[in-house]
């Protein structure tokens, strides 16, 4: 099968598309002919070799972290999927920008959303749907998300509305358009935040999610008083220094299809910002680590 490979750690140059073999499914999971993928933060550090110390990476190496596709294989114990079903989902850690991918955690496409709309959506959906359970019961209470208008940071708002949720979400002004359209209050980023939070909620905020790489951490600890009710999905070391609740994407079908009962509602539609094929693989990873947005990769 033709697969986006690197042989080496470096820049976007060093990404090429070969034939390598294919995969199958195991137990518990099922195997799909990829249309899609999308392009995910650590895509893009695998591939620089930052984080070799912390998840070591065997070269050559697939990138790619979840994708959108029909299944083609199913593997023992999978009672609930079909050969020739469309869906969405998580491989492993860095495999599914190929032909073929395995897929361990994996939801039906909702008809309403496109192949790149589903493409986008695995990894941010498992991240916001874990984000959001960690915070407990949100109904009648104010959220502050930083980020609100990035992959991650729209799930997290369109799951929190639907639990009752008030969202007060931060996003750059040309980015206040798509957090409105999903129902939430908007306001920009960095100095001030506070203020400009008060005086959208004047009665408090009750929990604070950090969706974005921004330096606002310490302000939506602050704002938010109290440092169990501020969850981080961007893993940083200043996370742990301020002892917030840090949450990792793990492969459960049951964050996805969160977002994807959402998405059968109407009520979330995965953000794409640009669609490349897979044979300009190297620029999918320029634009994406280049602050483009949402990047999908067409494979088939």
Sequence with gaps: MQAALYHNFGDPDVL????????????????IAVKAVSVNTIDYLFR????????PLTLPAIPGRDAVGIIDEVGEGVTDSKVGDLVFGLGGVSDTTAEFAVL?????????????????????????????NALGDLNGRTLLIEGASGAVGSAATALA????ATVIGTARPANHHHVTALGAAVTTYGPGLA??????APEGVFAALHAAPSPALVDLVSIVGDKSRVVSVVGTGEAVQHGVVIVNAVNDSTLLEQTAGLGRRGLYTPRVDRVVPLRSIREAHELASGGAGKVVVIVS
């Design 16 to 31: 090429v598309v070969e034939e390598v073999t294919e995969p199958h499914a195991s137990a518990n999971s099922v195997r």
């Design 48 to 55: 620089a070799g930052t984080l070799q110390d912390v998840l």
């Design 104 to 132: 361990t955690a994996w939801s039906a496409v909702p008809p309403q959303w496109s192949i790149e709309q589903a493409a986008a959506a695995g990894l941010a959906s498992a991240t916001a749907a874990g984000a959001i």
């Design 161 to 164: 509305i639907a639990a009752g």
């Design 195 to 200: 203020e400009r939070v008060a005086a959208l």
